[in-house]
C-alpha cells in the first residue's frame, strides 16, 4: 500500500465484546472506561432497556441491557461481564456486556457496509461488519444506539 493511499485509508480502534456467540465492536474514542459488575441500582419506572443506576466517582450513570437493545435473550451476569462507559453524542451511558475482548485495529477499507438482514429494530445500530480470524466482526454506531425519544427518556433519572 502507498504511502497516498494508506493517508486516505485511516485507521481507527475498535474496542471489543461479546453478547453471547458474536463478537461486536465499539468505536475506543467513545470508550470511557471498562468497569467490573458493581451494584446497578433499579429505578423504578424506567424503560425496559435501562437496567438501573449506578455511582461513577460522583456521576450517575444510566446502565444500558446491551441484550435487550439488540433482541438477545437474558443471561445472568457473571465474573466476565462488564459495564463499558461510553460517550454518545450528548450523553454518556454504561453498557452491560458479556466480556470485553481486546482492541483491535482496522482500516476503514477493512470495513464492509451491513448486510441488509434482520428487521429494522436490530439493524439501525450496525455502522458496518468486518471479518477478523474468520469472525465476523460487528461494528455498532454508538450515536444510534438510544433514539432521541429515548434519549429525552433518560435526562429525566
Same mark, same amino acid.
Given at each position: 500500500m502507498s504511502e497516498e493511499d %494508506?493517508? !486516505?485509508d485511516p485507521v481507527m480502534q475498535w474496542v471489543t465484546f461479546c453478547l453471547g456467540d458474536e463478537k461486536y465492536g465499539i468505536n475506543v474514542m467513545q470508550v470511557q472506561e471498562v468497569l467490573r459488575i +458493581? *451494584?446497578?441500582a433499579p429505578v423504578p419506572g424506567a424503560p425496559s432497556y435501562v437496567l438501573g443506576i449506578i455511582n461513577l466517582r460522583? $456521576?450517575?450513570? &444510566?446502565?444500558?441491557? &446491551? /441484550? !435487550? /437493545?439488540? @433482541?438477545?435473550?437474558c443471561q445472568e451476569a457473571d465474573d466476565a461481564s462488564r459495564v463499558v462507559i461510553i460517550e454518545t453524542e450528548d450523553h454518556i451511558i454504561g453498557i452491560l456486556v458479556d466480556s470485553v475482548a481486546e482492541v483491535v485495529e482496522l /482500516? =476503514? +477499507?477493512?470495513?464492509? &457496509? =451491513?448486510? $441488509?438482514? @434482520? $428487521?429494522?429494530? +436490530?439493524? %439501525?445500530y450496525i455502522q458496518g461488519v468486518t471479518s477478523r480470524d474468520d469472525e465476523l466482526l460487528i461494528l455498532v454506531d454508538l450515536n444510534k444506539f438510544l +433514539?432521541?425519544? *429515548?434519549? =429525552?427518556?433518560?435526562d429525566m433519572f
Amino acid at each position: 500500500m502507498s504511502e497516498e493511499d %494508506k493517508q !486516505n485509508d485511516p485507521v481507527m480502534q475498535w474496542v471489543t465484546f461479546c453478547l453471547g456467540d458474536e463478537k461486536y465492536g465499539i468505536n475506543v474514542m467513545q470508550v470511557q472506561e471498562v468497569l467490573r459488575i +458493581s *451494584e446497578i441500582a433499579p429505578v423504578p419506572g424506567a424503560p425496559s432497556y435501562v437496567l438501573g443506576i449506578i455511582n461513577l466517582r460522583g $456521576n450517575v450513570v &444510566t446502565v444500558i441491557d &446491551t /441484550r !435487550n /437493545r439488540f @433482541g438477545l435473550p437474558c443471561q445472568e451476569a457473571d465474573d466476565a461481564s462488564r459495564v463499558v462507559i461510553i460517550e454518545t453524542e450528548d450523553h454518556i451511558i454504561g453498557i452491560l456486556v458479556d466480556s470485553v475482548a481486546e482492541v483491535v485495529e482496522l /482500516r =476503514a +477499507s477493512d470495513i464492509e &457496509t =451491513a448486510p $441488509n438482514v @434482520g $428487521n429494522e429494530e +436490530s439493524s %439501525k445500530y450496525i455502522q458496518g461488519v468486518t471479518s477478523r480470524d474468520d469472525e465476523l466482526l460487528i461494528l455498532v454506531d454508538l450515536n444510534k444506539f438510544l +433514539s432521541d425519544d *429515548e434519549k =429525552a427518556e433518560l435526562d429525566m433519572f
